[in-house]
């Protein structure tokens, strides 16, 4: 195996051959402030113009070091797509949807041209620089919402929520399906752009849902959304999810995107053999509040534990001293 | 009685939301004092489901469904307290902060704070800490429930905090903070009075605050 950023992550995400130190990377966004000054791209620029959301991602990889470089920092890009009304934020704040357009479970209307509406096309064309730019080099990561982060966007979490509290099972399953062909469509997309490796987020956390929820309403869409997709897929869900980790791996997916309340050393125990685990550096805590030495002692943890693909455990807050991300890469070149 | 009670209780665990108002009509109808209602049957439920939530036994969608089914049970019953608002254990202004526009939490929270006999004035989402401190000026609230989804909008709590103390208005209410990316720790380090790490424990901490009222 060539030893580069790209084919380390790829080996870790699909259980090839470790190399000489292990993959540092980045499923979910490490926009903070300090990345986007090195960069000289701000928020809301590097969510609506390809050209700044390129550079933000290279940065990533040129400035702190990670394997990896993703240029989707937002969560709503599908849903701005699908007609919610998104306020895209500003420099200290991510964009959120506004509006739920299908609050009332009315039928989703999908544009002919959804791959073409402003929000998806940004994604698609930065991933096109990308690999212009490092392609086969560096490890390029997409990512897309699936069907049930989508509903919370749609019809409103709690909205969402109180229908398969109430058991309505038919208006549940019917938007779920109805979004299935917008992820299959839009992850495809992103690897005939360029993408490497594709991160599917679907936020049926502990948080919100129980393992039983997932097991009857998202597993059997996320093995169909897995078999009919044309690469290598990390599964994004946050929060602790040490109660469905044998569910997720299930999924048709190669990897699992994981938060440090899951205990890593339990996590590579109970599904390493069959799925390759990402992430595990606590955001909250270790990369906002910490110190790099904090940073580096968990990244150590993970690597020990035997963790594929360590970094971030999900998107960092815009806070994060940038100092603190620089700490997993120096842990991970200190080899296994 | 202890069988209106119990019927009760387990409608509102159960989220049998089409039956509860039925169940404390009929219980009114029988003669149970409405406020035994509320507190032995409506709030001890939701004490039943807080804790069912907290040991992972049940989840959000299930909690929601309970909190729905008590407030209707709730709404049949207020209107038969007698003293009316004079009964309510204290005003909570409840907020999720800044950026942030995610509300289940604090929608839950606020439903539990009110089934507990609070008055709860809920801001909405997306609140600026200015804003905050000028509804607290003007409400005069007993506490302050601030809840933050995000780890990105988390910090604006600490800023909620300064604002009050700018103002010189920290001593005059107790901060309660809460939300998923939020523990103990932060919750100490931005100076909050309290941290409820799920909807039952922020309803015990406003109970704990109000019974320490003089």
């Known amino acids: 195996m060539k030893l580069n950023p790209r084919n380390l992550v790829m080996s870790a995400l699909l259980g090839g051959r470790p190399g000489p130190r292990p993959a540092v990377g980045n499923p979910t966004s490490i926009a903070c402030h300090g990345l986007m000054e090195k960069a000289g791209v701000f928020f809301p620029e590097a969510h609506l113009n390809a050209q700044a959301m390129a550079e933000l991602a290279l940065a990533g990889h040129a400035e702190i070091g990670f394997d990896t470089v993703m240029p989707e920092y937002s969560v709503v890009q599908e849903a701005a797509a699908l007609g919610a009304q998104v306020d895209w934020g500003d420099r200290d704040q991510m964009p959120d949807v506004k509006n739920f357009p299908n609050a009332d479970f009315s039928d989703i209307v999908i544009p002919a041209d959804f791959l073409e509406k402003p929000s998806c096309r940004v994604v698609l064309d930065a991933l096109s620089i990308l690999r212009r730019q490092v392609g086969g080099r560096v490890a390029i990561i997409g990512k897309v919402m699936g069907p049930w982060t989508m509903s919370y966007h749609m019809a409103g979490t709690q909205n969402f929520l109180l229908a398969v509290g109430m058991g309505e099972r038919d208006k549940v399953t019917k938007m779920l399906r109805q979004l299935v062909p917008v992820t299959i469509a839009f992850i495809n997309a992103q690897f005939a752009a360029g993408a490497d490796v594709v991160v599917l987020a679907d936020h049926a956390t502990r948080n919100l849902v129980g393992p039983y929820h997932y097991k009857e309403y998202l597993l059997p869409i996320h093995q169909e959304i897995t078999a009919q997709v044309g690469g290598p897929i990390i599964l994004h869900v946050c929060g602790n999810c040490s109660d469905r980790l044998e569910l997720f791996a299930e999924s048709g997916v190669d990897a699992y995107h994981f938060e440090w309340q899951v205990d890593a050393k339990e996590a590579v125990r109970r599904i390493g053999s069959r799925v390759s685990l990402a992430g595990n550096i606590n955001n909250p805590q270790t990369l906002l509040q910490g110190t790099p030495e904090d940073v580096y002692r968990q990244a150590r943890y993970a690597i020990e534990a035997g963790v594929h693909l360590i970094g971030p455990e999900c998107a960092i807050p815009l806070s994060t001293p940038i100092e603190n991300l620089k700490a997993i890469a120096e842990a991970v070149r200190s080899g296994f | ?214």
């Not at chain 2, 409405?34 to 989840?59: K, Q, S």
């Not at chain 2, 089914?69 to 049949?76: A, I, R």
């Not at chain 2, 309803?203 to 009222?213: G, S, T």
């Open chain 2, 1 to 214: 009685m202890a069988d209106h009670l119990q019927t009760i209780r387990d409608a509102v665990i159960g989220g049998k939301h089409g039956e509860i108002k039925a169940l404390v009509q009929k219980a009114l109808e029988a003669g149970v004092d409405p406020g035994t209602i509320i507190n032995d049957a409506l709030i001890a439920a939701m004490d039943v489901v807080g804790a069912d939530f907290g040991t992972g036994r049940i989840f959000v969608p299930e909690m929601l469904v309970s909190a729905v089914t008590m407030k209707s049970g709730l709404e049949v019953v207020k209107p038969r307290l007698a003293g009316g608002e004079s009964r309510f254990r204290g005003t909570v202004v409840m907020a999720t902060v800044k950026g942030d526009l995610h509300d289940i939490g604090k929608n839950l929270v606020s439903m539990m704070l009110e089934g507990a006999g609070f008055k709860v004035m809920d801001l909405g989402v997306d609140l600026s800490a200015e804003k905050l401190v000028d509804q607290v000026k003007s409400i005069r609230p007993d506490i302050l429930g601030l809840s933050a989804l995000l780890t990105t909008t988390m910090p604006q709590m600490q800023r909620v905090i300064g604002a009050l103390k700018d103002q010189g208005l920290r001593d005059r209410v107790k901060v309660l903070v809460g939300g998923a990316p939020v523990d103990r720790n932060f919750a100490e380090k931005i100076g909050a009075d309290g941290y409820g790490a799920n909807a039952a424990e922020a309803v015990a901490l406003a109970r704990r605050f109000a019974a320490a009222q003089p």
